[in-house]
C-alpha cells in the first residue's frame, strides 16, 4: 500500500511521515508531496520518493498523487476562498490520478452554525470531499497545545493567560498525539466513511489551563479574561496582522460557545494509546524545547 503525505514538510505532516516511519512502513511504500522539495531532504536521504505538489498549480497535483492508495491531506493555511479553490484542485488532481482513500485533516469547529471565521471552508471541505466518489476519512482535529508551549516563556514573563473567554472548555492536543491518530487512520482498514474527532483527554478551562501553564514554567500565571477589543490590540502589538487576530478571536469564540469542549476517545481507537493531557505536554514541551 502507498501512502502519499501532501502537506509533508510541515510541522502536522512531517511528524505524521515519522510516526509511520517508527511504526514500521517502508520508505518506499510513502510518498511526502510538496512544493519546497528542500525542506523535505530529510526524508529524501531515508529513501522516501519526494514529489512535487503545489495546490495553487493545479497541474502539478495528478502527477503528485500518480500511484497512491491513501492520500493525507493537510490543508494550506491560505485566506478561505484559496483554500476552497486548492481543495478542488487536490481532489480533482486525486480523481483523475484514481487516488483509493483520502484521510482529510479538519478541526473541531467544523459546523454550519460555528463562530469561527475558518468554519465555511470546513463545511465545505468536508462535504465536498464526501461525495467525490472517493473513499474518505475525516479527522476533526482539536486546538493545538503546541503554541501554548512555545508562548509559555512570555507567559511566565507578563504572570498572565490573557484569551477573551469566560466559560469555554478546550479539550486541546499535541501536534505529536494528532500524528500517532492520523497514522493510524493511514495504515488501518476499516476506517473508510468515518469521521474522527481528535481530541485530547480532557476539556480544561482557561483558568486550569493557566494553572498548568504555571506548574510547568514555575511561574505564576493566571487567566486574565480579556475583551475582543483588548485580545485584538494585543495581537497587533505582537505584530499578528488584523485578518490572523481577527481569526484568532473568533476561534476563542467559537470556544466559549461550547465548539472545541467535546473529548473523544478517537485517539486511543486509532492510536492504541490515549493523548496526552495538558499537564503532561506542557511540562514535557517545556522542559525539552526541541521535542515539540
Ligand atoms: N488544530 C489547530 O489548533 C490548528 C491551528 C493552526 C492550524 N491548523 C491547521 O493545521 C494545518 C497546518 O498544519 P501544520 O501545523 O503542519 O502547519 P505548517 O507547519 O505551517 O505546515 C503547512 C504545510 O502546508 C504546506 N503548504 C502551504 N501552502 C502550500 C501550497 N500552496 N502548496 C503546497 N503546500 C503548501 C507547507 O509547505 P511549505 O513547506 O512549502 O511551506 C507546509 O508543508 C492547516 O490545515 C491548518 O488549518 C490547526
Redesign the pocket.
Known amino acids: 500500500m502507498k501512502i502519499n503525505i501532501?502537506?509533508?514538510?510541515?510541522?502536522?505532516?512531517s511528524r505524521i511521515v515519522e510516526v509511520l516511519l517508527q511504526a514500521g512502513t517502508r520508505p518506499e511504500h510513502l510518498t511526502v508531496s510538496?512544493?519546497?522539495a528542500p525542506?523535505a531532504r530529510r526524508f529524501a536521504d531515508l529513501g522516501i520518493e519526494v514529489r512535487h505538489?503545489?495546490?495553487?498549480l493545479p497541474e502539478t497535483l495528478a502527477p503528485a498523487f500518480a500511484g497512491t492508495d491513501v492520500l493525507m491531506l493537510?490543508?494550506?493555511?491560505?485566506d478561505v476562498e484559496d483554500r476552497i479553490v486548492?481543495h478542488e484542485h487536490i481532489l480533482t488532481g486525486a480523481a483523475s490520478a484514481s487516488v483509493g482513500r483520502i484521510v482529510l485533516?479538519s478541526?473541531s469547529a467544523a459546523r454550519t452554525d460555528s463562530r469561527f471565521l475558518?468554519a465555511p471552508y470546513l463545511v465545505y471541505a468536508e462535504s465536498k470531499l464526501r461525495v467525490s466518489g472517493m473513499d474518505w476519512t475525516i479527522l476533526r482535529?482539536?486546538?493545538?497545545l503546541d503554541p501554548l508551549a512555545d508562548w509559555a516563556p512570555a507567559l511566565a514573563r507578563q504572570g498572565r493567560l490573557p484569551y477573551p473567554v469566560r466559560q469555554g472548555r478546550v479539550a486541546y492536543i499535541s501536534?505529536d498525539d494528532l500524528a500517532r491518530a492520523s497514522a493510524g487512520a493511514l495504515m488501518q482498514d476499516g476506517h473508510s466513511g468515518q469521521v474522527y474527532e481528535l481530541t485530547g483527554p480532557e476539556a480544561v478551562s482557561m483558568p486550569q489551563l493557566a494553572a498548568a501553564l504555571a506548574a510547568a514554567t514555575g511561574a505564576p500565571i493566571v487567566f486574565d479574561c480579556v475583551s475582543e477589543a483588548e485580545f485584538m490590540a494585543n495581537c497587533r502589538e505582537d505584530g499578528i496582522p488584523d485578518r490572523d487576530s481577527a481569526i484568532l478571536a473568533s476561534m476563542y469564540r467559537a470556544v466559549d460557545h461550547g465548539e472545541c469542549e467535546q473529548v473523544s476517545e478517537h485517539v486511543e481507537l486509532l492510536s492504541g494509546a490515549p493523548a496526552e493531557t495538558v499537564d503532561k505536554y506542557l511540562r514535557r514541551a517545556i522542559e525539552s524545547p526541541d521535542v515539540h
Open positions: 501532501l502537506g509533508g514538510t510541515g510541522q502536522l505532516g510538496c512544493r519546497n525542506r505538489a503545489d495546490l495553487d493537510i490543508p494550506s493555511m491560505a486548492q485533516s478541526f475558518i482535529n482539536g486546538m493545538y501536534r
